[in-house]
Each structure stands twice: as structure tokens, then as C-alpha cells.
């Protein structure tokens, strides 16, 4: 609990850097890929602030040039594990009792180092690692450092958050940890979300082992690594990238965990999910459960839209790192008046877009992450090619020679219920339905139950009183809307993201939303006059 020494001002977003020819970021950022391309990181565990190297490893290669290897990774099994949530339990009392300030203080100083000397070397393994262009990772790694700038400062809005005292009574609220220990497991697509997922807990006192993506383990590794030179105790975030089976069953269920931060696919959350559910009754306490999971997003067009600004925010949106994101586009909704215009303008500019190489700085698009990735993908294009449901306007190849290399595609489909318009691919494939004017409500209702997921959308009109009624009539779509806006890029303090329906549990990272579900409340009332008395006054005969 704040203790009125520390007094943080409302912090502002980083400043995203442009990387423009011959600038000072876009030479030392290139200076780094070129160090971290030739070389091969051996990546340990990390327990209780210690190193630990394990027989069984994995190799980490880049998704765009899959024979490169980038490092190999250690993997823990039971052992290890087990002595993660050990290290983590013997830490968690002197982290608890650690002034706020200085907990504050440590945070604060691992986001002033990620925006400056660790930046290049953050953006650099991201690059390298999951295939993000210069931009994409720059946009990542800037969102690190709001994470904790804004976790940091939540943290004290809650901590301020007092109750009601009256005359001799003085009544306090202070916010303990949980009880136990927080699992993290974090997603391939945000170093950003990787490096949130264990620290926002550890803001307010918690500790955590944090499961990372095996495939953005080396740009994980390295924001590990500044937590513990930024002075992290040992123990308070132990690093065990491992299976995911092993997770489920050593880590999840521990009678100590506390907590599960997760973002990752909706099966997964769900399992995590039953499981905590069937073990209830052997948890010390009833586990907080927050995951942001999968989505389905969309961008839906009224007859008076901008068109040239609804085509950019359907290419951008679904193409932009390989439509990785969890808020990318992937279906669109168009009434026929406007399709023929916006037709011409997609397939014209989606077929300037460069694929390649992410270290070559006129790239807009990478590689999908690994081979399960990609063949999901080719799949949705096979089967695409092969219906008569629908048309490939452009695009519909992949080429696995080199790279997990996937065209952006764009599908034409007959029907608003095609799998492609139904079903996540999480990959750079947008569908596409045109449907008639006259038919506008009937089509918003499609586009709000057609899928299970409700993560963020978007809808392009001038006409204000269609604005209204498509806001009105999407409101429980997505927990992200955009009005004239492609559906993706929140940033966090402006546009709190999380979804809904089998999206997630909406608890908005990097909100005061998320920090409390870290926090266990504790309430105490002190009389500065107690009464002696034993009987009311009532009880008394006139």
C-alpha cells in the first residue's frame, strides 16, 4: 500500500520511433540484428535468480528462414518446475513486505531502460525471432514500457482508494498479494504481452513463474534478463519455458496457485479453465483466472463510408504482421453499393505489399510463426480454391521453402457462414461478405452471432445516425470498437483491450481492471473511543 512517500504522475504513452533512412535508431537497430544474426544464445531456465541448463532443449529459428537458428532454449520438466514454485513461495514474503516505492522504483527503471539502451536489443530479437518488421516490433516494445509505466501507476490509483470514516473511527483499506504464487503463460505475437503477463502481478506484490512461448523465447529471455539487472530479487519471476502438458500438471495444479495470467488460444483457456474447476476444492484459495483468448474481428462497412480510408484499414488490419494479432482483421462486411470501388482499392494495394525478410527495411509483411501456423493456412486457402462459395481475389499461395511464408490473401465468400468468415485463422487472410443495402439490419445480427468470440471490430460510415445504430446494434460484438478506425492497434492507457464471449475474461491489460484481480483487500476499522457499553439504549424502560 502506498505509504504517501511515493507519488507518481500520470505517465505518457512512449514515443514510437519511425526508423527512417539514416536516423540514429534505424543504424544502431540494424547494427544489432546484424550481432544477433550471428549468433547462437544459449537460453537457461531461470530459478530463484539462478541459471539452470537442462538436457532437453529446442531450437529457435527464424520464422522467415527456418534453417537459421537463433539460439537453444532449455526446457523444464517436473524438477525444475517444482523448483520454481518453491523459489517462488520462498520469495514471496520479502517481496510483499518490500516498500511500494521500491517495487515502484524497480519497475520504472526496467521501462526507462527499454526505451533506451535495451531498445534495439528488445526490437531486435522480435525482428528476429517472430518475423516483425522494424515498425511492428517498435510498436511492441514501446507498448513494454507503457505496460509498465501504466501498471506501475494503477497500482497507486488502487493503492488511493479509500473507504468512508466517520466521527472516531478511522477506516482503512490496504491490498494484500494473493495467497500462493501467479502462472503466467504468454503468447508467440507480443513481446509486449510476454513481459506484462508475469510483471503486472509482481507490481503489487505477487510472485510468478512465467511459461514463455517457445516461439519468443529469445526476445523473452532477453526482457528476463533486464528485470534481474534492474535488480529483481531472486524468485519473484521464475523464467520456465517447458511443455505445456507439464504446465497443466505440476504448475496448475499446485494447491498455491494463486492466480493464471494468460493470453493464448481459447481450447487452452478453456482446459486451464475445467481443470481448475474439478480441482477446486484442493486450492488454498479459489484462483484468479484471466486470459485473454481468440477472436474473430471485424471490420463492418455502411454505404456512406470513406472508402479509400475503409480499404486502408482492411489491408493494414489484416496484413500487418502476417494478421498475427489478436485484434487483426479478418472478415469484412460491405453493402454492394460501395464493392465494386472498394474492390479495386484492396486488390490494388495488397498487391504492393512486400513479403520477405524482416531485416529488409521496405517489408511490410514477414513470415506466419512455425509449421503448424502455416499449414493451417494452407488449408483455409486449399479449401478456398476448391469451393464454390467463394473466390480468391487475390493472393492464395504459400511457399514453405525458405520461410512459413503465407501471400496475404483476400476471400470473396457467397455466404456470411463460409468457415473462413466463421472460424479463427490467425494468419494474413481477410473474407470478405458483400451484402445488399437493404439488408443492413440483418447483416449486423449475423455479424454479431455468427462466431463465438467477441474481441474487437470496427465500422466505417459518414452518416451519423448510422453510426448510432451500428454502435447500438454491435455493442456486445467485441470489447474493443473502433468507429472509422481499423480494428486494430489499442494502446494501452487510451483504449483498455480485452474481449468478451469466448474471447476472454475483458479484464484489460494494462488497466486498473487487471491490477486488481492481483490484489486481495483488506479492510480495517479502528475505534479511537470504543464504547463500554453493553446494552442499547433502546432496551431501556421509559
Not at 23 to 42: D, F, T
Not at 256 to 285: L, P, R
Not at 443 to 451: H, P, Y
Amino acid at each position: 500500500m502506498s505509504n504517501g512517500y511515493f507519488m507518481m504522475e500520470k505517465p505518457k504513452n512512449d514515443l514510437v520511433r519511425g526508423y527512417l533512412p539514416h536516423s540514429p535508431e534505424r543504424e544502431a537497430l540494424k547494427a544489432e540484428l546484424e550481432r544477433q544474426s550471428n549468433q547462437v544464445v544459449k537460453i537457461p531456465l531461470i530459478i530463484g535468480g539462478k541459471e539452470i541448463y537442462t538436457e532437453k532443449t529446442i531450437k529457435v529459428t527464424m520464422p522467415h528462414d527456418h534453417q537459421h537458428v537463433l539460439a537453444e532454449c532449455c526446457m523444464a520438466g517436473k524438477e525444475e518446475l517444482n523448483m520454481a514454485i518453491q523459489a517462488a513461495l520462498d520469495a514471496k514474503e520479502q517481496w510483499e513486505q518490500m516498500p511500494w516505492e521500491h517495487r515502484a522504483a524497480l519497475f520504472l527503471k526496467v521501462a526507462d531502460r527499454i526505451t533506451h539502451d535495451y531498445r534495439p536489443i528488445l526490437n531486435a530479437s522480435t525482428m528476429l525471432g517472430q518475423s516483425k518488421t522494424a515498425y511492428q516490433a517498435e510498436i511492441d516494445i514501446a507498448e513494454l514500457a507503457d505496460f509498465l509505466r501504466f501498471g506501475v501507476w494503477n497500482a497507486q490509483e488502487l493503492f488511493r482508494e479509500q473507504p468512508l470514516s466517520g466521527d472516531g473511527v478511522w477506516n482503512r483499506q490496504d491490498y494484500r498479494p494473493l495467497d500462493g504464487f501467479i502462472c503466467a503463460i504468454s503468447p508467440f505475437n507480443f513481446t509486449s504481452i510476454g513481459g506484462n503477463l508475469p510483471t503486472a502481478p509482481a507490481i503489487v506484490g505477487n510472485v510468478a513463474l512465467w511459461k514463455p512461448s517457445r516461439t519468443a523465447v529469445l526476445s523473452n529471455y532477453y526482457y528476463m534478463k533486464l528485470l534481474m539487472e534492474c535488480g529483481l530479487p531472486a524468485g519473484v519471476i521464475n523464467f520456465v519455458p517447458c511443455s505445456g502438458g507439464d504446465m497443466s500438471h505440476y504448475v496448475v495444479s499446485h494447491p498455491k496457485m494463486a492466480g493464471f495470467h494468460f493470453t493464448g488460444s481459447t481450447g487452452v483457456f478453456q482446459s486451464v479453465w475445467k481443470q481448475v474447476g474439478e480441482h477446486i476444492a484442493s486450492y488454498a484459495n479459489y484462483p484468479r483466472l484471466v486470459g485473454e483468448t481468440g477472436g474473430k474481428d471485424y471490420i463492418f462497412a455502411h454505404a456512406s463510408a470513406d472508402v479509400e480510408a475503409l480499404a486502408a484499414a482492411i489491408v493494414r488490419g489484416s496484413f500487418e504482421f502476417q494478421g498475427q494479432k489478436c485484434s487483426a482483421c479478418s472478415r469484412v462486411f460491405v453493402p454492394e453499393s460501395i464493392w465494386t470501388e472498394l474492390k479495386e482499392k484492396i486488390q490494388t494495394a495488397t498487391a504492393t505489399l512486400k513479403m520477405g525478410d524482416v531485416q529488409e527495411f521496405d517489408t511490410f509483411m514477414g513470415a506466419v510463426i512455425d509449421e503448424s501456423s502455416f499449414e493451417t493456412c494452407k488449408g483455409y486457402l486449399e479449401r478456398a480454391q476448391a469451393s464454390d462459395q467463394c473466390e480468391i481475389l487475390i493472393g492464395g499461395h504459400c511457399d514453405s521453402s525458405k520461410g512459413w511464408f503465407v501471400e496475404p490473401t483476400i476471400i470473396h465468400c457467397f455466404s456470411p457462414d463460409y468457415e473462413s468468415m466463421t472460424e479463427e485463422i490467425f494468419g494474413p487472410i481477410v473474407s470478405i461478405y458483400v451484402y445488399k443495402d437493404t439488408e443492413l439490419e440483418e447483416t449486423m445480427k449475423i455479424c454479431d452471432t455468427a462466431t463465438p468470440y467477441a474481441l474487437s471490430g470496427a465500422i466505417f460510415a459518414q452518416d451519423r445516425n448510422a453510426i448510432v445504430e451500428m454502435e447500438r446494434a454491435l455493442r456486445n460484438s467485441c470489447g474493443n470498437f473502433y468507429i472509422n478506425d481499423k480494428c486494430t492497434g489499442a494502446v494501452v492507457g487510451q483504449q483498455p483491450f480485452g474481449g468478451a464471449r469466448a474471447s476472454g475474461t475483458n479484464d484489460k491489460a494494462g488497466s486498473l481492471l487487471n491490477m486488481v484481480r492481483w490484489v486481495s483487500a483488506h479492510a480495517t476499522k479502528e475505534s479511537f473511543s470504543p464504547s463500554k457499553e453493553i446494552v442499547y439504549p433502546y432496551m431501556c424502560e421509559a
